[in-house]
């Protein structure tokens, strides 16, 4: 539970504040626009300023049009009151459906983007509750996840995250309102956060996917090295010399997908890895590094619950196994680049 205070900046100062951007940005836009223009000419990329400005604009309409939903849905439930109700928690699914879907049709428009999905098919899954588990590369990897799941896969995710991504006013207040988890980093040691994931994990049905990023936070090399550094300190030598050996991914934090597992015992788990939104941590990044004119892929591996192993130390062992193999995979499948238009494939 977030302090008074946090929550209360959160809600009543980020969330207005998050509003207020967006009028202003669109009223000063021809102003932004002329730069973008001037600027294209100057750095790499075909029209790269123009593009992600047309990007960071949409989300910032999109983000304020969702505040005053979510506002209107506060009162419609009667300030709050029946706002965790079956039918409330459905509306809040279809809101975040239809802005993934809006963005990524967008994306893959404006930043010419084509994501691969390889692996079953979103007809694999029928009636099943699924335990989700995927490689931490930045926010862009979440949100992938999120939209394959909400519209290819027509899951209602339970996630766990964390707490950083609450500073996102529209996040912030629609998964407070869904079966969702914020953790702090303190939290991820400790039997509090398995107790909580656990919960969460609990009674899933038919089509809810609970979802889960081991690692615990993004991939960087600094945290790479520490997470290896923190093994040998727990007197781990063996994991740790299996991490070093992983050079695209950090070692998993086993403890709360082993609750997860004990909670929801008979559901099948994927894993879950992609390529091409590495490191997209910072505005720096995106700037940088955000792909244009490429193909990602997206890797779905299901593993039925009876493939499993029983016993904590075997799971552990089964979790590290199945990250090398994501490891492999990542090294072996980088973003290629699309065709330039017109030319003849």
Request: aromatic content about 8%; hydrophobic content about 50%; charged content about 25%.
């Amino acid at each position: 539970m977030w302090p008074p205070v946090i929550w209360l900046v959160r809600r009543a100062v980020v969330a207005p504040a998050m509003i207020l951007v967006t009028v202003g940005a669109l009223v000063t836009l021809p102003l932004w626009l002329l730069a973008a223009a001037a600027l294209s000419p100057l750095v790499e990329g075909r029209l790269r300023p123009l593009r992600l400005l047309w990007i960071v604009i949409l989300h910032m309409v999109l983000e304020s049009l969702i505040l005053l939903e979510l506002f209107g849905l506060w009162i419609a439930s009667g300030f709050g009151l029946l706002i965790r109700r079956p039918f409330f928690e459905r509306i809040h699914y279809d809101i975040a459906r239809a802005y993934l879907v809006i963005f990524f049709r967008e994306a893959r428009r404006v930043l010419r983007l084509r994501i691969t999905t390889v692996g079953p098919s979103p007809d694999a899954f029928p009636g099943e509750p699924l335990l989700v588990c995927c490689r931490h590369a930045g926010p862009g990897d979440s949100f992938t996840l999120m939209y394959a799941l909400l519209h290819w896969y027509r899951r209602e995710p339970r996630v766990v995250l964390k707490d950083t991504l609450a500073w996102d006013p529209a996040i912030n207040v629609l998964l407070n309102r869904v079966p969702s988890r914020f953790v702090a980093g303190r939290e991820q040691r400790g039997e509090s956060l398995e107790a909580r994931v656990a919960e969460l994990a609990r009674n899933l049905d038919e089509n809810d996917a609970f979802v889960i990023f081991p690692e615990g936070g993004n991939f960087t090399p600094e945290r790479r090295r520490r997470a290896i550094e923190k093994l040998r300190r727990l007197g781990l030598e063996g994991m740790a010399r299996r991490a070093e050996n992983m050079q695209h991914v950090l070692a998993p934090r086993p403890g709360g997908l082993l609750a997860a597992l004990d909670a929801a015992p008979d559901t099948d788990v994927v894993l879950v890895a992609h390529t091409g939104l590495d490191h997209l941590l910072t505005v720096a990044d995106v700037w940088r590094e955000l792909p244009m004119d490429k193909q990602l892929i997206m890797r779905w591996w299901r593993v039925p619950h009876e493939e499993i192993p029983a016993g904590r130390e075997e799971r552990i062992d089964w979790l590290f196994t199945w990250w090398e193999r994501i490891d492999r995979w990542v090294a072996e499948h980088r973003p290629t680049e699309l065709p330039a238009r017109g030319s003849r494939s």
